[in-house]
């Protein structure tokens, strides 16, 4: 949904008298803004003014409007996203059709994220109810130290998280592979990306085992590896951006219970951040050519599905030893990751939820990278504290691949001994890569679904990912 964004620079000319809703970022209970009627609720709430450094208070006007204050103070994004999240979803609730957002400090970080989080949770995302309130949000006046051109930045990235939420968010009988494949064949368009798919039976031809051994269960076998380019008339340097595209998984054979099978059309959330960052980088005509491979399918059972002790050959040429048929994620990344570095790049960034052992390591609040190169590793976990979407480095020594070792294949898929499977899981990727010197850098996706919200997103969906997919691509462009 387009939100209009005024900006006005002589912050002085807003008055609480003369709006209705207003978020306001002030610095001392002795600003201009901070009411009569905000010290006496202060007071009355037996509240010191600092304490609204991690509090927000809401003061309904005399003029019947609603007025939220937070206090201003030195922080990092992340801590300023959720503060500002909190305040707005208290002005939010009553659904204005306009909303005005104060900072009484020139900060660049605090007046950008306050427009951001505003911005990013004015969106409407996928509901079936027969009854849906939409968001009446047109207009945000914002009062503040932000340019034109850091307003198309913010709009480019809420656009991106959007679009991430939004697919991710879709029920599985609703995205499908042949539906999602053509929702991103109207995007390609849309947005005059190159578009190219890899179907099933080509995918056969090739020889990409490892894909179609998970696409073969499926009944129609629409799976596929769809090849997306953005390319500026000039760019600097090439990122190569991998998606897993899972739309619903079952396990397969090793079938999952109903409480791990729940949520699971959420499992193509890797591909929807990467179009999401696709979808940033081309609204705001990032310098850079980006080549984005997906890989979409399902994880079905059926008398076609894959199995466990079946050998498949990559398309490589790697032999793997199937050892549990939920492992799905890393064989239709294994292919998809062969063809995509056949190509060489600045940069191999690849996004997935893929292991429940990184859940289970990171909790849902970071997600965790893998890389073959320290320094690649160093700035994504820049990146991450500067986008506000935090992460964190993984060991990636090649001595756990002694545990993936297979008596019959050249690889096992996993083990069944637990351990950790989120660096087996990066060890057994980093075995498809064309070359094994590109550098390349693996996300596990743990923090895309936060109950309640985090950092600035207030859904649960939270489009994690795709902010610092393109924070990081800045700060390639700049070394």
Same mark, same amino acid.
């Given at each position: 949904m387009k939100v209009k964004i005024n900006l006005q620079k002589n912050s002085a000319k807003m008055s609480l008298k003369s709006v209705k809703y207003s978020l306001n970022v002030v610095k001392s209970e002795n600003s201009e803004i901070f009411s009569d009627l905000a010290k006496a609720k202060l007071k009355r709430l037996k509240m010191k003014f600092n304490d609204l450094e991690s509090k927000f208070l809401s003061v309904d006007g005399d003029n019947a409007g609603h007025h939220v204050f937070l206090k201003y103070s030195t922080s990092n994004t992340f801590k300023i996203q959720t503060y500002v999240r909190k305040g707005l979803k208290n002005l939010?609730?009553?659904?204005?059709?306009?909303?005005?957002?104060?900072?009484?400090?020139?900060?660049?970080?605090?007046?950008?994220?306050?427009?951001?989080?505003?911005?990013?949770?004015?969106?409407?995302?996928?509901?079936?109810?027969?009854?849906?309130?939409?968001?009446?949000?047109?207009?945000?006046?914002?009062?503040?130290?932000?340019?034109?051109?850091?307003?198309?930045?913010?709009?480019?990235?809420?656009?991106?998280?959007?679009?991430?939420?939004?697919?991710?968010?879709?029920?599985?009988? !609703?995205?499908?592979?042949?539906?999602?494949?053509?929702? @991103?064949?109207?995007? +390609? *368009?849309?947005? /005059?990306?190159?578009? $190219?798919?890899?179907?099933?039976?080509?995918?056969?031809?090739?020889?990409?085992?490892?894909?179609?051994?998970?696409?073969?269960?499926?009944?129609?076998?629409?799976?596929?590896?769809?090849?997306?380019?953005?390319?500026?008339?000039?760019?600097?340097?090439?990122?190569?951006?991998?998606?897993?595209?899972?739309?619903?998984?079952?396990?397969?054979?090793?079938?999952?219970?109903?409480?791990?099978?729940?949520?699971?059309?959420? !499992?193509?959330?890797?591909?929807?951040?990467?179009?999401? @960052?696709?979808?940033? +980088? *081309?609204?705001? /005509?990032?310098?850079? $050519?980006?080549?984005?491979?997906?890989?979409?399918?399902?994880?079905?059972?059926?008398?076609?599905?894959?199995?466990?002790?079946?050998?498949?050959?990559?398309?490589?040429?790697?032999?793997?030893?199937?050892?549990?048929?939920?492992?799905?994620?890393?064989?239709?990344?294994?292919?998809?990751?062969?063809?995509?570095?056949?190509?060489?790049?600045?940069?191999?960034?690849?996004?997935?939820?893929?292991?429940?052992?990184?859940?289970?390591?990171?909790?849902?609040?970071?997600?965790?990278?893998?890389?073959?190169?320290?320094?690649?590793a160093c700035l994504a976990v820049g990146s991450g504290q500067k986008s506000g979407e935090r992460v964190c480095s993984f060991p990636f020594d090649e001595d756990y691949e002694e545990d993936i070792e297979s008596d019959i294949a050249d690889i096992k898929q996993c083990t069944l001994e637990g351990g950790p499977d989120h660096i087996h899981a990066a060890r057994f990727l980093s075995q498809f890569l064309t070359d094994p010197k590109q550098p390349w850098l693996h996300v596990d996706l743990s923090s895309s679904n936060t109950k309640g919200g985090l950092g600035a997103a207030m859904s649960d969906v939270n489009g994690f990912g795709v902010r610092f997919g393109f924070s990081l691509i800045q700060d390639i462009l700049q070394k």
């Open positions: 939010l609730s009553e659904n204005p059709e306009t909303i005005n957002l104060f900072c009484e400090d020139d900060d660049p970080l605090w007046n950008r994220e306050l427009l951001y989080t505003a911005l990013l949770n004015s969106q409407d995302l996928p509901s079936r109810k027969s009854k849906i309130e939409k968001k009446q949000l047109k207009v945000i006046n914002f009062f503040g130290n932000l340019s034109a051109k850091e307003v198309v930045e913010i709009e480019a990235i809420v656009s991106g998280n959007t679009l991430s939420r939004q697919l991710t968010m879709t029920p599985p009988n !609703d995205l499908t592979p042949t539906h999602y494949r053509q929702e @991103i064949k109207k995007l +390609a *368009s849309k947005r /005059k990306w190159k578009f $190219k798919e890899y179907n099933m039976s080509q995918l056969k031809r090739m020889g990409a085992g490892a894909f179609v051994a998970v696409g073969q269960g499926s009944d129609p076998q629409d799976a596929a590896i769809v090849h997306l380019t953005y390319q500026p008339k000039t760019f600097k340097k090439t990122i190569t951006l991998v998606g897993k595209g899972i739309c619903f998984d079952t396990g397969g054979h090793n079938l999952k219970p109903s409480k791990y099978m729940f949520s699971m059309h959420e !499992d193509m959330n890797g591909s929807a951040t990467a179009l999401g @960052i696709l979808e940033a +980088a *081309s609204l705001n /005509k990032l310098p850079v $050519k980006i080549d984005c491979w997906l890989a979409i399918a399902q994880n079905h059972i059926g008398p076609k599905a894959y199995k466990q002790n079946d050998v498949v050959k990559a398309l490589n040429g790697k032999t793997i030893e199937i050892i549990h048929t939920d492992a799905e994620g890393r064989m239709v990344l294994a292919d998809t990751l062969t063809l995509a570095t056949k190509t060489k790049s600045d940069a191999v960034i690849d996004f997935a939820t893929l292991t429940g052992c990184m859940a289970v390591a990171m909790g849902d609040r970071y997600s965790g990278i893998f890389s073959n190169k320290p320094e690649l």
